[in-house]
């Protein structure tokens, strides 16, 4: 038998499907035409090209297989086209769990984002259990995951064996686009982050949330939610253990709330009306209100989920980065 996986071209999705094949695992993988192959090189994955979208693609690329990973999805803190974000991380779900249930599928997990759980108004560290409903999310990312979450709540609460697990901040190699974790590192090595404001982020070597992954398909209860996530950090104590592992300095200045969030408002207005990205999105500094700050302690227990330090992860993340021709000066 085979195992489907979704989302294999992306950071997270390269690392299960790297893992997956090193124990020994039959892969087949659903990917959009044109999408990146960076992670398939020297891969022996079955390739099925198609869209989440696209139902019947979707349960071609199911087809056979006994254990599905979804793992693909929209990720965008600026969209212009919101209706598409929903269509990949809610319709492109459903499609996923229907072709699961239909094949018969022995385990699903989805992945679903900490974002989803999160933050706490007090700063304190959210859980499973964090009581959060769809008007507390911000902008529409978050947003169609949590209707994606409650797409396979619904599926699980009919039978379907679905598992549910929410990375934090991922770091480490090969994070290609890269993810809003990898532009505070490359922002930081490229020096274009003049100053900081007071905020925090979970972060978790990649490799482990891999990991996390088999063990939730191994070990995870049906219709149970569990975060894959290491440790709490303040942005300022980001930036010092990138300035140890690269010898630049750490920025020293720290800006009011309200200033990057009144820059951010108004750099979004024009790339609504410009053809261009905005350079500071504002649903970025609006998620950074906050610390996203999280307990993993269900996923230790129940999983055996145990994420070494994150400090390697920088390490090798910053490594990738500068021997991939992202930094303008390689880090001494």
Known sequence: MKTFLSGASGFVGGHILKLLESEGTQ?????????????FEGSSAELVEGDLRDAVSVARAMEGCDTAFHCAGDYRLFVRRPREIYASNVDGTRN?????????????????TV???GPMLDDSAADENSSVGLADMVGHYKRSKFLGKLEAKAWA???????????????????????ATGKIILDFVNRRMPAYVHT??????????ARGHLLAAERGRDGEEYILGCRNLTLREILQMLADITGLPPPRLRLPYWLPLSLAA?????SRVLPREPW????????????????????????????????EALRRAVDWYSSHGYVRARPA
């Not at 970025?284 to 994420?307: S, V, W």
């Open 27 to 39: 892969v087949r993988c659903l990917v959009r035409p044109g999408s990146a192959r960076h992670n």
């Open 96 to 112: 996923v769990l229907q072709a699961a249930a239909d094949q018969g599928v022995r385990r699903v997990i989805y992945t679903c």
């Open 115 to 117: 974002g989803t759980l």
């Open 157 to 179: 609460e009919r039978g379907l064996p679905v598992v549910i697990v929410h990375p934090s901040a991922p770091v480490g190699e090969g994070d290609h686009k890269p993810t």
């Open 200 to 209: 925090g982020l979970n972060l978790v070597d990649v490799r482990d949330v």
């Open 266 to 270: 108004v750099d979004t207005a024009i």
């Open 280 to 311: 500071l999105a504002l649903e970025a500094l609006q998620l950074a209100r906050h610390r996203m700050f999280f307990d993993n302690a269900k996923a230790r227990r129940e999983l055996g989920f145990d994420p070494g330090p994150v400090e």
